[in-house]
């Protein structure tokens, strides 16, 4: 046996574990999705077919268009505001922060990850309350005459999701800007560039990749989350997550669930398409 095809082998041995967990776990699932997708339900039961049905309704729909029309401009407010937060953050940390203390800082950074998902939303329940933390500070500091409702409403929904996402990308930023050469800022300042052009022109895109990859994993886990517009959000407007349990849940249509899931795929991979498309650009 030649040294080339020994090396082959041993490359298939060591990529087929993962193919196998990805055929398993991933193309057969959403092949299956995909085929309940084209059913529809007449009653109480599925009827398999080969029909765009629940599609077409979907975008005919007012509710469910409505549904992913939520969802898209939920995750697209949290994102840029996530980004405009944990940018200046993670730069403090990695360049205004003693060393001896940055680790301290990154421990505080994290500490969001060790409370549990459902439990970090209901604290947010608790404090955006009508009798919550926030309303009794603004109304005993005279800057409400009575409390406001944020709880139920997109606001607050988009306040829990800021709260886990910033530190989210804190953490992908400050991996990127640790990574530079303080070189760079030193040219630029030599050529006679301010301190924010240095930041402008040659940090902020050297951290585009550790940005992108951030906002990217943010718009994912944004808009495919269900506890939070649950908990936070209410019922007055769902998403996308909410519409699926809910045809789950209390209607048991699992062909416009599917067909719902889809969607949400799709929209996940354009995002993903659109974000490597932009890394690629800065690995050249």
Same mark, same amino acid.
């Given at each position: 046996?030649?040294?080339? *095809?020994?090396? +082959?082998?041993?490359?298939?041995?060591?990529?087929?574990?993962?193919?196998?967990?990805?055929?398993? &776990?991933?193309?057969?699932? &959403? #092949?299956?999705?995909?085929?309940?997708?084209?059913?529809?339900?007449?009653?109480?039961?599925?009827?398999?077919?080969?029909?765009?049905?629940?599609? /077409?309704?979907? &975008?005919?729909?007012?509710? /469910?268009?409505?549904?992913?029309?939520? !969802?898209?401009?939920?995750? #697209?407010?949290?994102?840029?505001?996530?980004?405009?937060?944990?940018?200046?953050?993670?730069?403090?940390?990695?360049?205004?922060?003693?060393?001896?203390?940055?680790?301290? #800082?990154?421990?505080?950074?994290?500490?969001?990850?060790?409370?549990? =998902?459902?439990?970090? !939303?209901?604290?947010?329940?608790?404090?955006? $309350?009508? *009798?919550?933390?926030? @309303?009794?500070?603004?109304?005993?500091?005279?800057?409400?005459?009575?409390?406001?409702?944020?709880?139920?409403?997109?606001?607050?929904?988009?306040?829990?999701?800021?709260?886990?996402?910033? @530190?989210?990308?804190?953490?992908?930023?400050?991996?990127?800007?640790?990574?530079?050469?303080?070189?760079?800022?030193?040219?630029?300042?030599?050529?006679?560039?301010?301190?924010?052009?240095?930041?402008?022109?040659?940090?902020?895109?050297?951290?585009?990749?550790?940005? @992108?990859?951030?906002? &990217?994993?943010?718009?994912?886990?944004?808009? $495919?989350? =269900?506890?939070?517009?649950?908990?936070? $959000? $209410?019922?007055?407007?769902?998403?996308?997550?909410?519409?699926?349990?809910?045809?789950?849940?209390?209607?048991?249509?699992?062909?416009?669930?599917?067909?719902?899931?889809?969607?949400?795929?799709?929209?996940?991979?354009?995002?993903?398409?659109?974000?490597?498309?932009?890394? +690629?650009?800065?690995?050249?």
């Amino acid at each position: 046996m030649s040294i080339e *095809k020994q090396e +082959k082998r041993q490359g298939a041995a060591l990529v087929a574990p993962a193919l196998l967990w990805t055929l398993g &776990f991933f193309a057969i699932p &959403f #092949a299956a999705m995909v085929m309940m997708s084209l059913a529809h339900l007449e009653g109480r039961e599925i009827v398999q077919g080969h029909d765009l049905g629940n599609y /077409l309704r979907i &975008f005919t729909d007012p509710s /469910l268009r409505r549904g992913i029309f939520v !969802s898209l401009e939920i995750t #697209a407010v949290v994102t840029v505001i996530s980004v405009l937060l944990a940018w200046p953050l993670a730069w403090i940390i990695a360049t205004r922060v003693p060393a001896r203390w940055r680790r301290m #800082a990154l421990l505080l950074a994290v500490l969001p990850f060790w409370t549990s =998902y459902v439990v970090r !939303s209901y604290s947010w329940a608790l404090v955006l $309350g009508e *009798k919550g933390v926030v @309303m009794n500070a603004l109304v005993g500091l005279g800057l409400l005459a009575e409390p406001v409702q944020i709880m139920a409403t997109r606001s607050a929904t988009i306040i829990g999701f800021v709260h886990f996402f910033v @530190m989210l990308l804190t953490l992908t930023i400050y991996s990127n800007l640790i990574q530079l050469s303080p070189n760079y800022a030193r040219a630029a300042e030599d050529l006679g560039a301010s301190r924010w052009q240095v930041i402008r022109l040659v940090i902020l895109p050297l951290t585009l990749p550790g940005v @992108m990859t951030g906002a &990217f994993l943010t718009f994912v886990l944004c808009i $495919g989350d =269900y506890i939070t517009p649950q908990i936070l $959000g $209410g019922n007055n407007e769902l998403t996308l997550p909410q519409l699926i349990m809910l045809q789950l849940g209390r209607r048991g249509d699992f062909p416009m669930a599917s067909a719902l899931s889809v969607v949400l795929m799709v929209i996940v991979t354009l995002a993903y398409a659109a974000c490597a498309r932009w890394l +690629k650009m800065e690995r050249v």
